[in-house]
Every structure is written in structure tokens, then in C-alpha cells.
């Protein structure tokens, strides 16, 4: 495990090699149960998605990610979200917890 994300080293290497393919220039943030501890191995992983300034990201590139990311060996289920793209009340409930799995470009 790495840090408080509850995620194993090569997945996490797995993960960021597809972020880093699919949206290099955005920072990703982990929440949800894999950062709360209340999580196990087959949990999913939610991800919210923060562009330089915080503006939407391309659909096409929401869409080729997610296809990347269930294309993947990646045991778990991964929901990726585009911060623009979120109420303001979501923003506050990720910001309470979350890590920062990919930093800004």
C-alpha cells in the first residue's frame, strides 16, 4: 500500500501510467472509501480529475479514458470524474479527503 490511498504499488503504477497517457496535463485526486479505510481489495476507486484553471475537459478525452481504464488490467472498478463538471456541494465532500494520486503538471 502506498501512503493512505489503499491501492498496491503496481496498480498504482498502472493507474498513473494511464492517466499520464490519457490527461497528462491534469491533477488527479483519490476520495471515497480507499482513502476513508473503508475499503477491501475489490472496491472501487473514485477519482475526480482537476485540469489546469479547472475547466472542462474534453469529452473525448473523459470518454477515451474510461475506455483505457476498463480495458485495463485493473481489478477494481475506477469512476473517474471531471471536477468542472461537479456541484460546488460535491467539491466541498471530495476536499473534506481525499490524495492526491497524480500532482499538477
Known sequence: M?????????HRRMLEDILHAHVPEVEVWAYGSRISGRSHDGSDLDLVLRSPELKEIPLRKLVDLEEALRESSLPFL???????????????????????????P
Open 2 to 10: 502506498t501512503d493512505r490511498l489503499r491501492l498496491k504499488l503496481r
Open 78 to 104: 475506477i469512476e473517474a470524474r471531471d471536477w468542472a463538471r461537479l456541484p460546488d456541494s460535491f467539491h466541498r465532500e471530495i476536499a473534506r479527503d481525499y490524495v492526491v494520486l497524480v500532482g499538477p
